[in-house]
């Protein structure tokens, strides 16, 4: 197909849509809109095979510079693609090349993938300007199709193994050869083939190789890299293992790099930094070799900041798009301080373990607010704490963000005003815990401008108490609609399920965030957070929690989440009392470890939040719960592991 066609997908640029339109379409084919447009799509492709035949007047194969042919086999797997629809395509010439699954002839059907690529072999037979091919292509296939595209500049396969014993055909044959993507390559042999191919065509001439997914690359395939290292400027590693991680510094030659991307999909990294701290380095200094570095991700790489850190203090790199995701706040403090080196991003994306607040959080605002070019800014898990008055200062300091994702507690309207300042802002997405007011919203939606067109304004955590009626969200969505054509979006923090139980919780912040210091600088602030539900009477076994006792009486099963007060007057120790003296039933999952008096707090231990999170696991799954109470919450501890865990 060109780049441009007017159905593909099962979509079209030509078909009306309308009432109207589908009413004559109706009277006319007698099916609905749906058949109709895969009709085209599929006329489509017959008419390109049928060029590729000679039987059309115009030889429209012989102008196809790129051509898809996932896009055929989508279309073969269509529902829609049966009885008239499929008669029709496969009628005449095309019939021989209707290929059925194997087994008895009355289980057959058609088979997508190998039909697809009998239907390429006709078309690449008659296409001499192609230049770009993508599919789930065969080898064997792949092998008769390479001498027919002398242009041939990008190739997209499936499955790595098609390109076995094709590097020989690209370097005889396709001399504008660079660009190859895969979708991955799990063989046993992948490491070797791949690094045999790398060998095998043009040397320096290879620009960008991408594996969306798992392979099993490693060592031979870094190496061979270093046949394309002048030429070779992107690079996208989807998913790598332990031993991959431990042969990048097999890439050093790779300099030239101005598009960078790891990933670990498996999670299962190792830490370079600790485990092979020789290889580390190397990394690190290959990474502050590639001036020309642009853009870099690392997801779920464990250490990825301290990679990240001396790389973002090189005078000559200037990145415009950094993303990283799965680090840890509590070690990255230099990380955060790095990011104000580059002034010249324009796109950040940040995921990581907000168990850290405090100073970890400073540091990173400081830095951010430093990043006045940024455009679009992605803040999961690390904004979980953000409050007003950090995110209305990230609004002050950058203020050419298009797209904005943040989290926040106890956000309010009182971030609105700094908001409606950010002229370009074309989508806000608030995962913060809020507490907005429909007149709030209203009063920043009115303040927006003509570069604000399309907003789209999505609250997806708002507090129960600040629910919005049904009224007030239209409002907001009509207004929206009018004001910028944009759209709103609303959802609130609130119920879910728990082993097959309906469970209706009703959050609501008890007591303002405070903040007491003890005599040795610790932040101990503070969070009164209950989660309520209906209280449903229920019997309490002897085999729920012990043996010995037989209450023989309904009672309620009250857990507690919060930190121990060694002192015995607030706290968990407090909570079981009065528990107790109501006649009901107390579990505690501890948050926090304290050594404190009647005078105050001498010191805190704070409780790992994965270890938290088993605790509760550990109290729903065996005895239930019918209450849960969370208070004395440190700011530290990430507030919606607790909330995950009980969802």
């Given at each position: 197909?060109?780049?441009?066609?007017p159905?593909?997908?099962r979509?079209?640029?030509?078909?009306d849509?309308?009432?109207?339109?589908?009413?004559?379409?109706?009277?006319?084919?007698?099916?609905?809109?749906?058949?109709?447009?895969?009709?085209?799509?599929?006329?489509?492709?017959?008419?390109?095979?049928?060029?590729?035949?000679?039987?059309?007047?115009?030889?429209?194969?012989?102008?196809?510079?790129?051509?898809?042919?996932?896009?055929?086999?989508?279309?073969?797997?269509?529902?829609?693609?049966?009885?008239?629809?499929?008669?029709?395509?496969?009628?005449?010439?095309?019939?021989?090349?209707?290929?059925q699954?194997?087994?008895?002839?009355?289980n057959?059907s058609?088979?997508p993938?190998?039909?697809?690529?009998?239907?390429?072999?006709?078309?690449?037979?008659?296409?001499p300007?192609?230049?770009?091919?993508?599919?789930?292509?065969?080898?064997?296939?792949?092998l008769?199709?390479?001498p027919?595209?002398?242009?041939?500049?990008?190739?997209?396969?499936?499955?790595?193994?098609?390109?076995?014993?094709?590097?020989?055909?690209?370097?005889?044959?396709?001399?504008?050869?660079?660009?190859?993507?895969?979708?991955?390559?799990?063989?046993?042999?992948a490491?070797?083939?791949?690094a045999?191919?790398?060998?095998?065509?043009?040397?320096?001439?290879?620009?960008?190789?991408?594996?969306?997914?798992?392979?099993?690359?490693?060592?031979?395939s870094?190496?061979?890299?270093?046949?394309?290292?002048?030429?070779?400027?992107?690079?996208?590693?989807?998913?790598?293992?332990?031993?991959?991680m431990q042969?990048?510094?097999?890439?050093?030659?790779?300099?030239?790099?101005?598009?960078?991307?790891?990933?670990?999909?498996?999670?299962?990294?190792?830490?370079l930094?600790?485990?092979?701290?020789?290889?580390?380095?190397?990394?690190?200094?290959?990474?502050?070799?590639?001036?020309?570095?642009?853009?870099?991700?690392?997801?779920?790489?464990?250490?990825?900041?301290?990679?990240?850190?001396?790389?973002?203090?090189?005078?000559?790199?200037?990145?415009?798009?950094?993303?990283?995701?799965?680090?840890?706040m509590?070690?990255?403090?230099d990380?955060?301080?790095?990011?104000?080196?580059?002034?010249?991003?324009?796109?950040?994306?940040?995921?990581?373990?907000?168990?850290?607040?405090?100073?970890?959080?400073?540091?990173?605002?400081?830095?951010?607010?430093?990043?006045?070019?940024?455009?679009d800014?992605?803040?999961?898990?690390?904004?979980?704490?953000?409050?007003?008055?950090?995110?209305?200062?990230?609004?002050?300091?950058?203020?050419?963000?298009?797209?904005?994702?943040t989290?926040?507690?106890?956000?309010?309207?009182?971030?609105?005003?700094?908001?409606?300042?950010?002229?370009?802002?074309?989508?806000?997405?608030?995962?913060?815990?809020?507490r907005?007011?429909?007149?709030?919203?209203?009063?920043?939606?009115?303040?927006?401008?003509?570069g604000?067109?399309?907003?789209?304004?999505?609250?997806?955590?708002?507090?129960?108490?600040c629910?919005?009626?049904?009224?007030?969200?239209?409002?907001?969505?009509?207004?929206?609609?009018a004001?910028?054509?944009?759209?709103?979006?609303?959802?609130?923090?609130?119920?879910?399920?728990?082993?097959?139980?309906?469970?209706?919780?009703?959050?609501?912040?008890?007591?303002?965030?405070?903040?007491?210091?003890?005599?040795?600088?610790?932040?101990?602030?503070?969070?009164?957070?209950?989660?309520?539900?209906?209280?449903?009477?229920?019997?309490?076994?002897?085999?729920?929690?012990?043996?010995?006792?037989?209450f023989?009486?309904?009672?309620?099963r009250?857990?507690?989440?919060?930190?121990?007060?060694?002192?015995?007057?607030?706290?968990?120790?407090?909570d079981?009392?009065?528990?107790?003296?109501?006649?009901?039933?107390a579990?505690?999952?501890?948050?926090?470890?304290?050594?404190?008096?009647?005078?105050?707090v001498?010191?805190?231990?704070?409780?790992?939040?994965?270890?938290?999170?088993?605790?509760?696991?550990?109290?729903?799954?065996?005895?239930?719960?019918?209450?849960?109470?969370?208070?004395?919450?440190?700011?530290?501890?990430?507030?919606?592991?607790?909330?995950?865990?009980?969802?």
């Amino acid at each position: 197909m060109h780049d441009v066609s007017p159905v593909t997908n099962r979509g079209s640029s030509e078909i009306d849509v309308s009432a109207q339109g589908r009413a004559k379409l109706t009277d006319k084919a007698r099916m609905d809109q749906e058949e109709f447009m895969t009709m085209r799509w599929a006329q489509l492709w017959r008419t390109i095979i049928l060029s590729a035949l000679g039987k059309t007047l115009f030889p429209y194969a012989r102008y196809i510079r790129t051509l898809n042919l996932e896009d055929l086999e989508e279309l073969l797997q269509d529902p829609k693609f049966k009885n008239q629809v499929s008669k029709r395509f496969f009628e005449g010439e095309l019939a021989a090349h209707k290929i059925q699954t194997s087994g008895p002839k009355k289980n057959q059907s058609l088979d997508p993938g190998r039909t697809s690529n009998a239907l390429g072999d006709i078309i690449t037979a008659s296409t001499p300007m192609l230049e770009e091919l993508s599919g789930k292509i065969e080898n064997d296939s792949l092998l008769r199709w390479i001498p027919r595209a002398p242009r041939l500049r990008l190739l997209n396969v499936w499955y790595g193994g098609a390109l076995v014993g094709a590097g020989p055909l690209l370097r005889q044959h396709c001399h504008e050869f660079k660009t190859l993507s895969l979708w991955g390559w799990t063989h046993d042999d992948a490491d070797q083939e791949l690094a045999n191919f790398l060998n095998e065509i043009n040397p320096q001439t290879l620009e960008s190789l991408e594996i969306f997914s798992y392979s099993c690359i490693g060592i031979e395939s870094f190496l061979a890299l270093s046949c394309q290292q002048e030429s070779l400027k992107e690079l996208k590693l989807g998913s790598i293992d332990a031993n991959a991680m431990q042969s990048l510094n097999m890439l050093a030659g790779c300099t030239k790099l101005t598009t960078l991307l790891l990933t670990d999909a498996t999670n299962r990294s190792i830490d370079l930094k600790n485990a092979h701290n020789d290889v580390f380095l190397e990394v690190v200094a290959w990474l502050r070799s590639c001036k020309k570095l642009r853009s870099i991700t690392l997801r779920n790489l464990r250490g990825g900041q301290d990679l990240l850190t001396p790389m973002l203090l090189e005078n000559d790199i200037r990145l415009k798009n950094l993303e990283l995701k799965g680090y840890a706040m509590a070690d990255a403090r230099d990380f955060h301080q790095a990011l104000a080196n580059q002034p010249s991003l324009q796109e950040l994306q940040l995921q990581g373990d907000s168990d850290e607040v405090g100073d970890g959080v400073t540091t990173l605002v400081e830095s951010l607010s430093q990043l006045v070019n940024l455009t679009d800014l992605h803040l999961q898990d690390v904004s979980d704490y953000f409050t007003d008055e950090v995110i209305g200062r990230l609004a002050r300091s950058l203020p050419k963000l298009e797209e904005w994702w943040t989290g926040g507690w106890a956000v309010t309207d009182a971030i609105w005003q700094d908001i409606a300042t950010l002229k370009s802002l074309r989508r806000l997405d608030m995962a913060a815990i809020s507490r907005f007011t429909a007149k709030g919203i209203l009063d920043f939606i009115l303040n927006l401008g003509a570069g604000n067109k399309g907003l789209v304004l999505a609250i997806m955590m708002a507090d129960v108490d600040c629910d919005l009626t049904e009224g007030e969200q239209m409002v907001i969505r009509e207004t929206i609609a009018a004001k910028v054509d944009g759209r709103f979006e609303f959802q609130l923090l609130r119920e879910s399920k728990r082993n097959g139980n309906d469970v209706a919780y009703i959050f609501s912040v008890l007591v303002p965030v405070a903040s007491r210091q003890s005599p040795q600088g610790i932040d101990a602030r503070f969070i009164d957070l209950f989660i309520t539900r209906e209280r449903i009477p229920t019997t309490i076994s002897t085999t729920s929690y012990g043996e010995g006792e037989n209450f023989g009486m309904e009672k309620r099963r009250i857990l507690v989440i919060a930190g121990s007060d060694s002192s015995g007057g607030a706290g968990l120790e407090a909570d079981q009392k009065v528990i107790a003296a109501h006649q009901c039933y107390a579990m505690t999952a501890t948050t926090a470890l304290t050594a404190q008096s009647t005078r105050g707090v001498v010191d805190i231990h704070h409780v790992p939040s994965a270890f938290v999170s088993k605790q509760i696991d550990a109290c729903i799954d065996d005895i239930g719960v019918d209450v849960v109470k969370i208070g004395a919450l440190l700011l530290f501890l990430a507030i919606p592991l607790p909330v995950s865990a009980l969802f």
